[in-house]
């Protein structure tokens, strides 16, 4: 029998996680993407990588935290590198009130005091009196994830190919995955862009193991671990469509947190600076449409690590509801 | 109540930021009865037109739009965003903050007369947010506004009336310029003992954006402020140091010779 055929638009998190389910579930998938490489032009290259659903839950809807803590399990299963050491959330002395706050407003966590930061994080001892730590919560390295992921497709026979330009309503297949992210505006009007900005730094004089969260009245900074003396610092958001490089203001912003983190940083090398936009529902919430053979899966907004698993999963639900040829290989999904 | 001749039913003006989205935005301002609301473009701008798709989401709300210049730190600055905003927006209405200091966002009093000045003779129609100073609030008037926006306590610190005599002297000062606590409210009842003293209005952002249910908190403040408007308008009674008994004494029984 002719085995069911699908394209997938689109190789950042939301279009390798949709290719990955597909394939998993017998359905011949070929993606495109007309970056010229992986993380080209895609937002997911700038992401934080954190598995936080409990740390989200103080600012998101509760469907986040229960669709995203199922996908810590997903990225251990699919990718090696994804470290399940917890995360951290400080706050300067004077924005204690905020941590107490957050503490209110979150699940799953303890509170953790000088002796115990310390044991965590040998090199965050001494700065704060109290933290609070999930220990469920989880992180990786974006674009190592994102490699992964493209090289166990190909392992299933499943071709990734750049440099492709193609519009959903030409793509081959019986059905097509539009997962362009912000590009599929003209497909989606109710989407808009939050920018992001981030900075990658080195610094060989602190050692974290796993993110930690500063409380900031303004924005949800995080410093995510990356190995090799290597640190992610995000991430700003900002109600603007503009993509041109990082502000001064925002890196200005982001940097003082690390250094406010650990003096240390004020020695470490800035190595990358970055700035896109998060594709973005109203309601801040990843959706599925279904549009005749076309299945629009968008609006991740900053959580394409945390939810992209659960869109992949009902993107193959509404495909494999869709029709009836497919010759299912329930025995390959985990 | 009306600002600049526009007449409002609602006593309460909500900000637009740090709402977990848009959508919950707009059910808060449904469940809140609010007609105005104020929203940054400094912070949300960059380049001309970079913040269309939020600034076209809130056109959408069908409330009528007071731009802000939140995190303006000079005159100029504040100047320009209120020119960028004017086209944008449609509207002469300016919700003016001049920044002073980083940490407290106390507005910069003197900047603050000197933007006002200028916008009110280009045609603006200003609200300036400014501290609970008299003198400050009289060179304000005398600059053109026709609306004074103090402060109730640093901005997002949920501290409430921080200087309520402050605030008292300004209402008896200004008996007839429209008055709007701006900033520093954290619970309902701050609302409500602002609306008591005679404040003709409240703006909030926070306490409500960041509340764990941020549409039965604007609720819960419009509550509040009706309920302090009316307590108004009835007339309270002023405290006093002795009892005051609500039965007379005179003519009672007494015990004994």
């Given at each position: 029998m002719k085995r069911y055929s699908v394209t997938v638009i689109g190789a950042g998190v939301a279009g390798l996680c949709c290719a990955l389910e597909l394939s998993l579930r017998g359905v011949d998938v070929d993606v495109v993407d007309?970056?010229?490489?992986?993380?080209?032009?895609?937002?997911s290259w700038q992401a934080g990588g954190m598995l936080a659903p409990w740390c989200e839950r103080a600012t998101t809807d509760a469907v986040v935290a229960e669709r995203g803590a199922p996908s810590i399990d997903w990225w251990a299963r699919h990718f090696?590198?994804?470290?399940?050491?917890g995360s951290l959330v400080v706050a300067q002395p004077r924005d204690a009130a905020d941590l107490t706050r957050f503490a209110q407003r979150t699940e799953r966590f303890e509170w953790a005091h000088a002796d115990r930061i310390a044991a965590l994080e040998p090199d965050l001892a001494?700065?704060?009196?109290r933290a609070l730590f999930f220990p469920d919560e989880a992180h990786l390295d974006p674009r190592l994830a994102l490699a992964a992921l493209v090289e166990r497709l190909a392992d299933r026979g499943v071709a990734v190919r750049f440099g492709v330009e193609m519009s959903p309503e030409e793509a081959p297949g019986d059905m097509v995955v539009d997962?362009?992210?912000?590009?599929?505006r003209d497909a989606l009007p109710d989407l808009r862009g939050v920018r992001g900005e981030m900075v990658v730094v080195r610094c060989r004089d602190v050692a974290l193991a796993r993110p930690i969260r500063m409380l900031h009245p303004r924005i949800p900074l995080y410093i995510v671990p990356r190995g090799d003396g290597r640190f992610m610092i995000g991430a700003t958001m900002v109600e603007s469509e503009q993509r041109g490089p990082a502000t001064v203001r925002s890196t200005v912003e982001l940097l003082n947190a690390a250094y406010a983190l650990h003096?240390?940083?004020?020695?470490?090398?800035?190595v990358e600076l970055g700035a896109d936009l998060r594709p973005t529902f109203s309601d801040n919430l990843p959706r599925v449409e279904r549009h005749g053979r076309i299945v629009r899966a968008n609006?991740?907004?900053?959580?394409g690590f945390l939810l992209a698993p659960a869109l992949a999963r009902e993107v193959a639900g509404t495909i494999l509801d869709s029709t009836d040829v497919l010759e299912r290989t329930d025995a390959d999904i985990p | 109540m009306s600002f600049y001749g526009v007449e409002l039913t609602s006593r309460l003006l909500l900000g637009?930021?740090?709402?977990?989205?848009p959508a919950v935005l707009a059910e808060a301002i449904e469940a809140s009865k609010t007609e105005v609301v104020t929203v940054s473009l400094r912070r949300e701008?960059?380049?001309?037109?970079?913040?269309q798709s939020f600034w076209s989401l809130v056109r959408a709300l069908g409330v009528r739009v007071l731009p802000n210049t939140a995190g303006c730190y000079s005159v100029k600055e504040a100047v320009t965003t209120a020119h960028m905003a004017r086209e944008l927006?449609?509207?002469?209405?300016i919700k003016l903050e001049v920044i002073?200091?980083?940490?407290?966002?106390?507005?910069d009093v003197f900047g603050l007369v000197e933007a006002a000045r200028i916008l009110s003779e280009d045609g603006f129609e200003v609200f300036p947010y400014t501290t609970e100073d008299l003198v400050v609030a009289d060179r304000l008037v005398e600059a053109g506004c026709r609306v004074l926006m103090p402060w109730?306590?640093?901005?997002?610190?949920?501290?409430?009336?921080?200087n309520v005599y402050g605030l008292k002297s300004l209402r008896a000062h200004f008996p007839n310029i429209p008055l709007v606590v701006d900033?520093?409210?954290?619970?309902?009842s701050h609302a409500a003992a602002a609306m008591e003293m005679g404040y003709d209005a409240v703006l909030l952002n926070t306490a409500i954006a960041e509340a764990g249910d941020p549409v039965a908190m604007a609720r819960a403040f419009a509550l509040a402020i009706e309920a302090g408007r009316t307590a108004y308008l009835a007339q309270p009674l002023e405290p006093r140091d002795m009892a005051a008994p609500?039965?007379?004494?005179?003519?009672k029984a007494a015990l004994g010779d």
């Open positions: 007309r970056g010229r490489a992986l993380g080209d032009g895609s937002c090696p590198g994804t470290i399940r050491k001494g700065r704060f009196r997962c362009r992210g912000f590009a599929a003096p240390s940083f004020g020695e470490a090398e800035i609006g991740l907004y900053r959580h | 637009t930021a740090r709402y977990p989205s701008s960059g380049s001309e037109g970079a913040g927006f449609d509207t002469t209405w002073g200091e980083p940490d407290t966002l106390q507005p109730g306590a640093p901005i997002g610190s949920a501290r409430g009336l921080n900033a520093g409210l954290g619970v309902p609500s039965t007379p004494v005179i003519g």
